[in-house]
């Protein structure tokens, strides 16, 4: 069941240079410190170079000036962080699907299924879905009913796509997502809160990845989109009609509310809040937390927050920042004598 | 299967005046900058007055004054979002279920299952729940023993409700929501955690709606309670024996720790935090990501944090804020002199 | 159906001294407030020592100081909330999971299943997974191919456990959870993102409780580690690589980032965000939502936020943070004066 693979061969699938045995046969992927002598390992980040020396990898993927100075067998191109990218699914540790339609499966007669797709075990394809070429289902996975998914998308185990959901090709949904769920929507009259229908849908592009039990919901009227290449990690809220633009990443724990607009391009680190109907340039980054209630139309980096410290000198900073706007008129007045 | 109304019909519906013509059909709902001739829209918020000179709409949901502005077919009643939110049930994309139990639902012999229920595909049904009329529950989702769900109860798909919880009439729970899971009970003893096992319940009132991904822990002792007509967004935390108000509406990201008791009639936005064992005045509103450390007597708005700003700036004004008490100190000093 | 002790069984259960009747029965537990006669109930928190004068409980749990000035029955140990917990699994109301495997799961031919074992309705067992004794997997859970259960091990509902993930004896995973999804690992080349394939696995030690729709993702390369005897709650986010050791309890809605290392007996508060590749002390205490972005070499208690406020009080206080490096060097330049 191990993958084995010759140096040479490794080499082609990710156009490096063989420095060395090309006929070296590796079989794992691990880092510097722990890799054995019949695994690969890579050299990306400057502060590991230090374990160059002493690594025990049986071949290392290095950039050009880093191989210079090693004796061993390498494979060498010039990002090599990508080269460890595109080599790591070589030693995908998952066991794959066969395509097909498990017994236990239940997939309902107006669905379209092409004969590649593998659905797995008490997946459930509801009416009118339509389900492209070698497209992978896994088990516990529900697709409701009148939604598309076009080829090679993979949709992990116990994942919710709701109906009327489209997800291109190439896309990768994790465990638990919830997708094209109701937005929140409600109207408020007579003391209490009356339901919006979310009559929108959600369209999702190519080479996305969402993460585990990460909620994108459907729009009110009109679509929630993730835009191609689009990075979602996990327990993300999507809210409705919220569009995000190509090849943006965030991180876990981002909420983004309604109708808000995320341009291309953008890094959003972990937990950070958008409120509603703003929208963001492309190229921003968000840092970790950060609480963005308004439209930022100029690329840069923002951030909010405070720094953390002992609780005890934290506590009598924030009694301050209570009095801080009274400390200002006071530190005014004093210029003003 | 695409649903069709005149004007005159929908008017009956949310009790509106036809202005233009009463035959007029409409299958569709959409804002005024995309709707179509043959679809319905709305205008609700001032700021998009703008768009009625150049809508396309078939007809349009106005207020009166906005009514007499306006040329076209129209819908006109005094709350025009109040009749969005009514009429947009009639433009359901979701298919709807029918009434019965699917041959792959495993129910349980002792379970009492309302003939005008509708029990999804691989849906379970434990021992000793009773399900009432016109029950959904769609496909993937589990109901714990001994669990009660009243008149028109709504459970999407791959919903967890746990034994022993009791759901009220019409209340609609969001695919991936977890209730009546076990709070977070332990006592430190002996260098561990030992279990507090938590034998309450969880009681969840009429036409509450709690959204994807959303976490509400049964009781320690004695029941969670989430009063009548709540509405509860995506990947909200209900710890154990919180009590959530009547009509309170809280938005996704929210966190609200142990036997903390929200008022009715909240709103409380994205992403904030409660304490365990506070008190929340009715009426309150929160802002998005506050903290809320103390119980709050008075009804009124309240937040915390920072405002956003450009990373090199916020670093500098960071580095302040840990000096903060001491610069009250240095002005305090000042102002003796 | 109903547990019925005397209080002599109890004691033994749990090294009290019985204070009056040992043969007094109970089959309920409940707070001083709420407890009918037949039930027990406990006092561990001084504050609530004012209930015991009016209590109804037919037992109460109690102290050696507050056993002297209590007449009524009562169990008496050095640690009564220690007490209340070992009692409480007398009183659960879950109903438990018959030995064997349901005709609706569904267990590959190559999997090894202990006959104790209890797997639930529609649950799913893949290839290569090894099931130990007593193991109870409840209804709608899927177990990845080639993962690994020791005994006693509890997934409740609607788990999903992805595949090559070890789990040790008497762990229990709440509804939802996700175990061993994908770590959010991406190289940047050439205008999009490059999927890294995460071949690490996930390591759960004995006595671990994870929380309903956490997140445990795989390592990148190596394993994400939960140490014995750790406590996570609900919606928490645990990247690749990410360390937690023994006894760390966690509350809802915190995130860790990938490589960070938490030390043993660490409390960490709800909300909580830790940045990547920090080490984080043993014993360390972290409040609500604090925001740790360096590493934390000493054990103490750590915060970081502003307190909550009145919107508007707030709000000028924000413009004023903004300030704040430009306020600070004003008194500067008064000082020099």
Same mark, same amino acid.
């Given at each position: 069941m191990t993958a084995q693979y010759t140096l040479s061969e490794l080499a082609q699938k990710c156009g490096?240079?063989?420095?060395g045995d090309p006929d070296r046969q590796v079989s794992g992927l691990n880092t510097l410190q722990d890799a054995q002598s019949h695994e690969l390992s890579f050299?990306?980040?400057? #502060?590991?170079? =230090?374990?160059?020396?002493? +690594?025990?990898? $049986?071949a290392v993927i290095l950039g050009p000036e880093a191989a210079e100075l090693y004796a061993g067998d390498a494979l060498v191109l010039a990002n090599p962080y990508l080269g460890y990218a595109q080599l790591s699914s070589c030693f995908a540790t998952d066991r794959g699907a066969a395509a097909g339609v498990h017994p236990s499966a239940v997939v309902d007669a107006s669905a379209i299924v092409h004969p590649s797709a593998a659905i797995g075990v008490n997946a459930v394809i509801e009416a009118g879905v339509s389900i492209a070429a070698n497209v992978r289902i896994d088990a516990g996975t529900v697709v409701g009913h009148d939604s598309v998914l076009d080829a090679d998308v993979h949709l992990h185990r116990n994942v919710t796509i709701c109906h009327g959901v489209t997800i291109g090709a190439?896309?990768?949904?994790?465990?638990?997502?919830?997708i094209g769920s109701d937005g929140f929507g409600n109207a408020y #009259?007579?003391? =209490?809160?009356?339901?919006? +229908?979310?009559? $929108?849908g959600v369209v999702i592009g190519c080479d996305v990845e969402v993460g585990s039990n990460t909620c994108i919901d459907r729009g009110a009227l009109g679509d929630t989109e993730i835009h191609d290449g689009v990075r979602l990690d996990n327990l993300i809220q999507i809210a409705h009609n919220v569009i995000i633009g190509e090849n943006t990443a965030i991180a876990s724990g981002v909420g983004i509310s309604g109708s808000t607009r995320i341009g291309k391009n953008c890094t959003i680190a972990g937990a950070a809040g958008f409120a509603g109907h703003l929208t963001i340039a492309d190229g921003t980054f968000?840092?970790?937390?950060?609480?963005?209630?308004?439209?930022?139309p100029k690329a840069g980096s923002y951030s909010s927050g405070t720094g953390f410290m002992e609780s005890r000198e934290w506590r009598r900073n924030v009694v301050r920042f209570r009095q801080l706007d009274e400390l200002a008129r006071r530190v005014r007045k004093l210029e003003q004598r």
């Open positions: 490096a240079r063989v420095q050299l990306a980040n400057p #502060a590991y170079a =230090r374990y160059l020396a002493t +690594t025990r990898a $049986g190439r896309t990768v949904i994790h465990c638990g997502a919830v #009259a007579d003391g =209490r809160w009356h339901k919006i +229908t979310q009559i $929108g968000i840092s970790g937390m950060a609480m963005i209630t308004r439209s930022i």
